[in-house]
């Protein structure tokens, strides 16, 4: 069985600290604050400071679009990799080609 992490270095999906850093973002301090400066605010929700953290995972003119987004993206990469490796697909397309099937099956694997 291969592991989780395993899929985020195939998808090439990780990101280190460093290059983190090198992200342009209003504010640069990492540490929360209790008042965000008004020149810090996030250009889309403008009510927190634009921090990586903030446009990765808190804001919330993002939510409902791009992090669904971005999840479903990688959903596809588990799918399309699990479905490979079982053998249900013999397609080799470009994981931003792949479309899953709802269900696939063999007779060891049941993929949904």
């Known amino acids: 069985m291969i592991g989780a ?12 600290s460093s290059q983190m850093k090198n992200i342009i973002t ?3 301090d ?4 209790k008042q965000p400066d008004t020149k810090e605010l996030c250009r889309r929700c403008g009510k927190e400071s634009e ?4 446009i990765t995972a ?11 987004k971005r999840h479903d993206g990688l959903a596809k990469i588990i799918h399309q990799k699990l479905a490979e490796a079982a053998k249900l697909i013999d397609d080799n397309s470009p994981y931003y080609k792949y479309t899953p099937a ?11």
């Open 5 to 16: 992490h395993h899929w985020t270095l195939s998808a090439q999906m990780q990101m280190n």
């Open 26 to 28: 209003k504010s640069r």
């Open 30 to 33: 990492n540490g929360p604050k």
């Open 51 to 54: 921090t990586i953290q903030h």
């Open 58 to 68: 808190a804001c919330e003119q993002l939510a409902p679009t791009e992090y669904v």
């Open 102 to 112: 709802n269900v696939l099956k063999n007779e060891n694997f049941k993929l949904c």
